[in-house]
């Protein structure tokens, strides 16, 4: 029989409740549910002691990526300290509530299970610490890599995740992972919906994507490069020592506020954020990301790619990684002649598109979704 779901009531993951039916139980999340689920357990005296820890000790650490978020973007309100401030402290409240309802409820239903969607931003992040605390198997859900894919996994998402990282998994395996086939394409990107037209790109470059700095992906996988505008210093920085490379960016097309307003501007540091994703990585002489999803893309096209930052396909022979201004000058000069070594590319993407991930998407689950999502928390090979 499968395993029962406990998960809360997040958007993203609302039709999970009809693919389990019976085999979930989703906890509605809003403070006054929670102070409700308190009293219908522990009376209204509990209620109070609740309120009462809640106040003196509030779970700061639980709702930190929801303030940076916040404070990423609309600097202009949440970087008030009273406005951040408060927010913050009213949040750690909230989520301090919940863990304290989470938690019995978990204790009362030993073989439940969690079931959590990111789980880096409140209230998720609340499931995800209670779960661990008690020592409960929980599975973590977000979009895969490819259109039509869910990542699940036991142990974490993008850089966190399950998979493996050394190439003599994929090479010394005597499974041909691609032989299902591979992906025709990632998930396609829009462009920027304002700004001026394509513009004509220059007869060699190297292709710098960036992404969303409120992300988790930037937030808690980038040690180096914390936000956009040091991205750009980064590669303006780079353009300076290497006087013969140009760097077009594209900004990410889900974060509406752009770096260029408030940054020095380099003349071969260039800006496409109209022009087509795709059509950057073919015509680019290399790729450089921090760990997009736009590195995968460009590994799938077969070109040359840099990681500034942790990730999945952070993998010996498949990319190249810098960690600081040296790394990336060397990383850029070996690019010139550097491609990824084909039986290995051929083998991660295929155990990517063909074992890891679920094909699946949020409004569109499997009728053995309960099944699925046992397999992916046993599996041997995560």
């Keep these: 029989m499968s395993r029962r779901w406990l998960k809360l009531d997040t958007g993203v993951v609302q039709h999970f409740d009809r693919a389990l039916g019976a085999l979930s139980d989703t906890v509605q999340t809003g403070t006054g549910a929670t102070l409700r689920a308190?009293?219908?357990?522990?009376?209204?005296?509990?209620?109070?002691?609740?309120?009462?820890?809640?106040?003196?000790?509030?779970?700061?650490?639980l709702v930190a990526g929801n303030l940076t978020r916040k404070q990423i973007r609309l600097p202009a309100v949440f970087g008030n300290r009273v406005i951040g401030g408060a927010y913050g402290w009213l949040k750690a409240v909230e989520a301090r509530l919940l863990e304290y309802r989470l938690a019995a409820q978990l204790s009362d239903d030993p073989d439940r299970a969690a079931l959590i969607y990111n789980g880096s931003l409140f209230p998720?992040?609340?499931?995800?610490?209670?779960?661990?605390?008690?020592?409960?198997?929980r599975l973590f859900i977000e979009a895969g890599f490819f259109p039509g894919t869910l990542q699940i996994d036991p142990r974490g998402l993008?850089?966190?995740?399950?998979?493996?990282?050394?190439?003599?998994?994929?090479?010394?395996?005597?499974?041909?992972?691609?032989?299902?086939?591979?992906?025709?394409?990632?998930?396609?990107?829009?462009?920027?919906?304002?700004?001026?037209?394509?513009?004509?790109?220059?007869?060699?470059?190297?292709?710098?994507?960036?992404?969303?700095?409120?992300d988790m992906q930037v937030t808690l996988h980038s040690p180096w490069v914390r936000d956009m505008h040091q991205f750009y210093n980064v590669i303006r920085d780079a353009a300076e020592r290497q006087p013969d490379r140009v760097f077009v960016i594209k900004e990410h097309p889900s974060f509406?506020?752009?770096?260029?307003?408030?940054?020095?501007?380099?003349?071969?540091?260039?800006?496409?954020?109209?022009?087509?994703?795709?059509?950057?990585?073919?015509?680019?002489?290399?790729?450089?990301?921090?760990?997009?999803?736009?590195?995968?893309?460009?590994?799938?096209?077969?070109?040359?790619?840099?990681?500034?930052a942790d990730a999945c396909y952070d993998i010996d022979g498949l990319v190249l990684r810098a960690r600081n201004a040296q790394d990336l000058d060397?990383?850029?000069?070996?690019?010139?002649?550097?491609?990824?070594?084909?039986?290995?590319?051929?083998?991660?993407?295929?155990?990517?598109?063909?074992?890891?991930?679920?094909?699946?998407?949020?409004?569109?689950?499997?009728?053995?979704?309960?099944?699925?999502?046992?397999?992916?928390?046993?599996?041997?090979?995560l």
């Design 38 to 61: 308190l009293h219908d357990t522990q009376g209204w005296r509990g209620v109070l002691v609740a309120l009462r820890c809640a106040i003196r000790d509030p779970a700061h650490d």
């Design 124 to 137: 998720e992040s609340v499931l995800a610490s209670v779960a661990d605390r008690l020592n409960r198997e």
């Design 158 to 214: 993008n850089a966190a995740n399950s998979v493996p990282r050394d190439p003599a998994f994929y090479l010394n395996s005597d499974t041909d992972f691609a032989a299902p086939g591979l992906p025709d394409l990632l998930n396609q990107r829009a462009t920027k919906a304002k700004g001026p037209d394509p513009i004509t790109l220059p007869g060699s470059y190297i292709f710098v994507a960036f992404q969303v700095p409120s």
């Design 256 to 308: 509406p506020l752009s770096v260029q307003g408030d940054i020095t501007p380099h003349p071969r540091v260039i800006f496409a954020n109209t022009n087509v994703t795709r059509d950057l990585i073919l015509a680019a002489q290399a790729v450089i990301t921090l760990n997009s999803t736009v590195g995968l893309e460009a590994v799938l096209m077969d070109r040359p790619v840099i990681i500034l």
């Design 330 to 381: 060397h990383a850029i000069r070996r690019s010139t002649d550097w491609m990824p070594d084909a039986a290995l590319r051929r083998q991660v993407l295929g155990w990517l598109w063909n074992h890891y991930l679920v094909h699946a998407r949020y409004d569109d689950l499997p009728s053995d979704l309960g099944y699925r999502l046992d397999r992916q928390l046993n599996r041997s090979d």
